[in-house]
């Protein structure tokens, strides 16, 4: 079982920074694929971002591609989503998501290839 918590959410402006974090305990991290995925009020949950198992490779959605990145320490078990130039539309509750793999120069973007899943933090970007 691997348990994931995310923090770094908050309310900022329009423009403004924020880095969230996901922690993950309970299996060896550096055996997951990583993901971000994000759900805005009325709508489905979204793909973010993905990260391969050493962060070699990455991937992002159209809507944040030079925006935010997505960062792993596996030596903290943690994952980073650092989010700039944050817009209204950003805002959502972000998750984080693992896939355990052995494939090691491979992302996964869709929600029903991930294991596990984090409770969530609000992200709330006003105007």
């Known amino acids: 079982q691997v348990q994931l918590v995310e923090s770094g959410g908050g309310l900022v402006q329009a423009g403004d920074s924020l880095r969230l974090s996901c922690a993950s305990s309970g299996r060896t991290f550096s055996d997951y694929a990583m993901g971000w995925f994000r759900q805005a009020p009325g709508k489905e949950r979204e793909f973010v971002a993905a990260?391969?198992?050493?962060?070699?490779?990455?991937y992002y959605a159209n809507s944040v591609k030079g925006r935010f990145t997505i960062s792993r320490d596996n030596a903290k078990n943690t994952v980073y989503l650092q989010m700039n130039s944050l817009k209204p539309e950003d805002t959502a509750v972000y998750y984080c998501a693992a896939k355990f793999t052995y494939r090691t120069q491979t992302y996964y973007t869709a929600q029903h290839d991930y294991d596990y899943w984090g409770q969530g933090t609000q992200v709330t970007v006003s105007s």
């Open positions: 990260i391969t198992l050493r962060g070699d490779s990455i």
